[in-house]
C-alpha cells in the first residue's frame, strides 16, 4: 500500500515525516486561504493564529508539494498518525488529483491524494473562522503567538517556500505584506514574540508594489529564532 498527502501549508516546507518521494505541483479548483484557527501551536485559544486551508474555487490552482510514503504498513500508519496529530485542526480528509510540475498532459500524475481540509462552517467547524479583511487579517496574524512560535513566521516561511519552489502565491504575498505595514505601524515586536527576518517582496501593482527600495525593507533589521511548525 501507498499513501500521497499534498502539501499547501507549512508541510511545503517542513512534512516532519519520512517521505520515498516529494513531486512539486498542483490541484485545481481549490485556492489557499488563511481562514482556519490554529490555538495550540502558534496561536492560543483567546488569540488564535490564522493558518491556511482550502477553499473550493473552480479554475484557480494551487500549488504545493506531494509526498509519497511506502514501505509497508507499519511506516504508512506512523507517518498517518503524524499528520493526524499535526494537522489536528482540519475536520476532514479530501482526496485530490494531483498534477505534476512540467507534465503537459491532462492527466494527473496521481489521483486519490490526501488533502487536509476543512469545513467552511463556523457551527459545525469550530476551527474555522471565515474571511476577513486583509488589514484584519494582518493584524491578528501579526500579533498571534503560541507555544510552537509566533503566526507571522508561519506566513513568511509559506511565502518563502513558495518562492523556492518558483510558484509564489500572489496572495500569501499580499497578506505577508500587509503584515510587514502593522508591524512597522505597531514601532517593533512583542518581547514575547520571536521574528523571523522579513524581506521585502515584489508584488504586482494591482496589489499595491513593494519593492526593495520601499521604507518596509527597514523591517530586514529585525531578527530572531525560527522554530520548527506544526
Not at 511506516?75 to 476532514?92: H, I, N, Q
Not at 503560541?146 to 511565502?159: A, C, M
Not at 518596509?216 to 529585525?222: D, G, P, R, T, Y
Request: proline share 5%; charged share 25%; hydrophobic share 40%.
Amino acid at each position: 500500500m501507498v499513501f500521497w498527502v499534498f502539501g499547501y501549508g507549512s508541510l511545503v516546507w517542513n512534512p516532519g515525516f519520512e517521505v520515498d518521494e516529494k513531486v512539486i505541483g498542483f490541484v485545481k479548483d481549490y485556492r489557499r486561504v488563511f481562514d482556519l484557527a490554529c490555538i495550540d501551536h502558534r496561536g492560543t485559544p483567546e488569540h488564535p493564529a490564522r493558518t491556511c486551508t482550502l477553499e473550493e474555487n473552480e479554475g484557480a490552482i494551487c500549488w504545493g508539494a506531494a509526498y509519497c510514503v511506502r514501505g509497508g504498513p507499519e511506516k504508512e500508519k506512523a507517518a498517518m498518525a503524524y499528520l493526524e496529530r499535526r494537522e489536528c485542526e482540519y475536520d476532514r480528509k479530501t482526496l485530490v488529483d494531483f498534477y505534476k510540475e512540467g507534465d503537459d498532459s491532462e492527466q494527473p500524475f496521481v489521483t486519490g491524494v490526501i488533502a487536509f481540509t476543512s469545513t467552511p462552517d463556523k457551527i459545525s467547524n469550530k476551527y474555522y473562522l471565515g474571511p476577513a479583511p486583509l488589514e484584519e487579517m494582518a493584524r491578528q496574524i501579526a500579533t498571534a503567538f503560541g507555544p510552537f512560535g509566533n503566526n507571522r513566521d508561519y506566513l513568511f516561511l509559506l511565502e518563502k517556500a513558495m518562492f523556492n519552489i518558483g510558484h509564489e502565491d500572489d496572495y500569501v504575498i499580499e497578506l505577508a505584506n500587509e503584515v510587514r505595514k502593522v508591524l512597522l505601524e505597531l514601532g517593533g515586536v512583542p518581547k514575547e514574540n520571536k521574528l523571523l527576518s522579513l524581506t521585502p517582496v515584489k508584488m504586482k501593482t494591482s496589489l499595491g508594489a513593494v519593492t526593495l527600495d520601499s521604507p518596509l525593507k527597514k523591517v530586514n533589521a529585525l531578527a530572531g529564532a525560527i522554530t520548527m511548525d506544526s
